[in-house]
């Protein structure tokens, strides 16, 4: 079966043999109440389609979290999801500045030392100011991989997951390698390039021991040498860190860090960290946490720099979750952060619902091209009817006014999840860290059986109208479409939780 984006890119009314037959009428009782207007504007949907993986065929991600991924290129999908900011972590080699595989014993998987020879500088002994010292080839594919299908490279600076987490010897030569390493991709140094990649993360969540076993103040000098580093080789790059893994976590890592890089006038263009939902599942999660992180920032003096979340997905210990649960998980916590203090995400690990034998993506994949299919719809349209408890519900409009697309997405908190935590809100990972999580919350789901949903329009245009859906029996198939005219489109469905449903609407004439 084609994808429903290549339907959609060769022309909305072409008809795939559903013969234009009406959606059939629904009892209202238990669907949810929608409202779009599509006559009120609220903004313009910014570049918000970030990921990690890149999708060239040799970037598979092999590591212990994808041990023997399908070796396809995704480029094509990834162009269909609108990907447009591809963090480099975790390619096991590419992307790594002195991996030092093979000597970490701190994973239950080990990565072989043989990847050592994909870093970018693999003998620590050799003389950063001399060419050769250098194996660029591994990274630049990546790098290449990334801009091919129109994306931003977020590089990170530092190592993959099961790399020795040991803090770098020389923080000075280090730091020379890193200046050496933006002038190859920025100024064009040794057979480079001018990319001019904006986006420098200095490490990846230093802490977390399982990526860094120094101190804190450890840390300050290593970001404080790299940033000025990489501002000497290219002015106009933009720096941030510190990629922390528990942000509610006060401290060393968060309020420290601050007041170190204030104090010493270091650059903080955007702070970066990272959650998955440990014992909660809920979407809302993220936005919450963003609303704390911002006012702290603004307090230690970074009011103008961003905050990115570039990692993120659901809790890594849940295995009940299906893959529509996984896909509407996605889909509600992409629509909140739209309206939360985000300004970048980068979803983990987003290649690997793009990666299969028969070049179809799950349902998490499809739902990302859902979300990036409204890059065609990009004015914001007044909508009602959503919550923040996990149905959410977004709506754009084309610069031409003749398509309106919704993207509905009902997700469930499992009941597992609801209520405060019998053992408070600190939870204990055995022989890796504690973490401090948001209290849970405590609701009762309703009305979300499907929706009734109602589409204000401008004119009693003749519309096409498709309905495009993803759920545990439904992975993106087109389920209806029809022909409405009048000033208003109504459409009644059921759509139990975990659903996607991805609504085009055409003008005619």
């Given at each position: ?273 990272h959650l998955y939902t440990l014992d909660s599942n809920d979407p809302y999660n993220f936005v919450t946490i963003a609303r704390q992180l911002r006012p702290i920032l603004d307090a230690h003096g970074f009011g103008s720099t961003k905050t990115f979340l570039d990692e993120w997905n659901v809790d890594l210990f849940d295995r009940d979750m299906s893959a529509a649960a996984r896909a509407s998980f996605a889909v509600s916590s992409l629509i909140y952060m739209l309206s939360g203090p985000i300004d970048k995400q980068a979803y983990y690990r987003g290649d690997t619902s793009f990666r299969h034998p028969n070049a179809e993506p799950d349902a998490v994949g499809h739902a990302l091209i859902a979300f990036g299919s409204l890059k065609s719809t990009p004015v914001l349209l007044r ?127």
């Open positions: 079966m084609k994808p429903p984006y290549i339907f959609l890119r060769v022309g909305l009314a072409f008809c795939i043999g559903l013969g234009g037959a009406v959606l059939a009428q629904t009892d209202a009782a238990g669907l949810r109440g929608i409202t779009v207007d599509a006559t009120i504007t609220v903004g313009a949907l910014r570049p918000f389609s970030g990921i990690h993986g890149a999708p060239a065929a040799e970037f598979t991600g092999r590591g212990p979290r994808d041990a023997q991924p399908a070796m396809v290129d995704i480029s094509a999908d990834y162009r269909a999801a609108r990907i447009d900011l591809i963090r480099t972590h975790d390619e096991f080699g590419p992307g790594d500045i002195d991996a030092q595989f093979g000597a970490a014993a701190n994973l239950p998987v080990a990565i072989p030392a043989s990847r050592n020879e994909l870093t970018i500088f693999p003998d620590m002994t050799a003389d950063p100011e001399n060419p050769s010292s250098y194996h660029f080839e591994p990274t630049d594919r990546l790098i290449a991989s990334i801009k091919s299908v129109g994306a931003e490279p977020l590089f990170r600076v530092g190592r993959s997951i099961g790399a020795a987490a040991d803090p770098p010897a020389d923080l000075d030569k280090y730091a020379e390698i890193v200046r050496h390493v933006v002038l190859h991709y920025n100024k064009g140094w040794d057979k480079g390039f001018r990319y001019r990649i904006r986006y420098w993360e200095i490490w990846n969540e230093p802490d977390f021991r399982v990526f860094w076993t120094g101190s804190p103040q450890l840390f300050y000098a290593l970001y404080d040498k790299a940033a000025r580093a990489i501002k000497a080789a290219d002015r106009d790059a933009l720096v941030g860190g510190p990629t922390i893994s528990k942000p509610l976590d006060a401290g060393a890592y968060r309020e420290g860090f601050l007041d170190y890089v204030r104090s010493n006038r270091l650059p903080l263009d955007f702070f970066s960290w909508t009602s009817g959503g919550d923040d408890a996990g149905f959410a519900v977004v709506a754009g409009r084309s610069p031409d006014q003749r398509v309106v697309q919704i993207l509905i997405s009902n997700y469930q908190i499992a009941p597992k999840y609801l209520g405060p935590r019998p053992n408070g809100d600190v939870m204990h990972i055995p022989n890796i860290m504690d973490i401090r999580l948001l209290p849970r919350r405590t609701f009762t789901y309703h009305d979300n059986g499907g929706y009734d949903l109602t589409v204000n329009l401008a004119g009693p245009a003749k519309r096409e109208v498709k309905r495009y859906r993803i759920t545990d029996a439904s992975n993106f198939a087109l389920v209806d479409q029809s022909v409405q005219t009048g000033p208003a489109v109504h459409l009644q469905a059921a759509l139990p939780p975990p659903g996607i449903e991805f609504i085009v609407i055409t003008a005619m004439n």
